[in-house]
């Protein structure tokens, strides 16, 4: 069983459209994070959520919209998608905090034309 | 400035041989330091995480070494293997929420 799991694993759209990923964890973890890993491969923090609740929200265009259903899903919602948006998005899950080890899912591709 | 640098940006070694990636940061206040390898489309996977009063630790082939005081951090590769072609990212945390990531060493071993 996959442990942190993301749909789609490709996502080509054009620029203007508003479209989801979804992440699901089968872990337990009370911790979810997004990530965005640009061409330069840098891996950038988004967004954390503990139990639900908003924990990290780095500086990211207010596009973007995370959405907890339950601890065991962290879904990103972007609004308006521009050129710039293109990258790969990791949804991570953890124990608890940051400083737990923290297991990521395969990845997002998303492409904006 | 980023506040974790990594060097080299890229390596290239022969199956079998050692290799050595260095992580050198500036976050503090520090909470714990972690070595990440991230095969090409994949997700990052978590190598080793050391504390404050952890000089070394080891996972099967990989050795992670800290100095907090310092504030170097080194990554060693022992006979390497060719599925050791990967990015290894080094990963700083000053908090229990907060990560500050480095940009990762490129690592491609050769037979």
């Known amino acids: 069983d996959t442990a942190v799991s993301q749909t789609p694993k490709y996502l080509v759209t054009q620029m203007g459209n508003d479209k989801s990923i979804k992440c699901e964890q089968n872990l337990g973890h009370d911790t979810m994070y997004w990530y965005k890993q640009d061409s330069k491969k840098f891996l950038k923090i988004m967004f954390s959520y503990n139990n639900k609740e908003l924990i990290i929200n780095e500086t990211v265009p207010n596009r973007f919209s995370p959405k907890s259903p339950d601890k065991a899903h962290l879904n990103l919602h972007i609004n308006s998608l521009e050129l710039g948006d293109s990258a790969v998005y990791f949804c991570?899950?953890?124990?608890?905090?940051?400083?737990?080890?923290?297991?990521f899912g395969p990845g997002t591709r998303l492409t904006v034309l | 400035k980023n506040q974790v640098e990594q060097s080299p940006q890229s390596l290239i070694i022969l199956e079998g041989k050692n290799c050595t990636l260095q992580c050198n940061y500036t976050v503090s206040p520090f909470s714990n330091l972690r070595w990440y390898k991230q095969d090409t489309g994949r997700g990052p996977v978590s190598l080793t995480i050391m504390t404050f009063s952890e000089n070394t630790k080891s996972n099967g082939r990989y050795t992670a070494t800290l100095d907090a005081d310092t504030k170097q951090s080194s990554l060693h590769i022992t006979a390497s293997q060719l599925s050791d072609s990967a990015s290894y990212i080094c990963?700083?945390?000053?908090?229990?929420?907060?990560?500050?990531f480095g940009a990762g060493t490129t690592v491609t071993v050769r037979a």
């Open positions: 991570a899950s953890s124990q608890d905090k940051n400083t737990d080890t923290q297991y």
């Open positions: 990963v700083v945390s000053e908090n229990d929420y907060k990560l500050s």
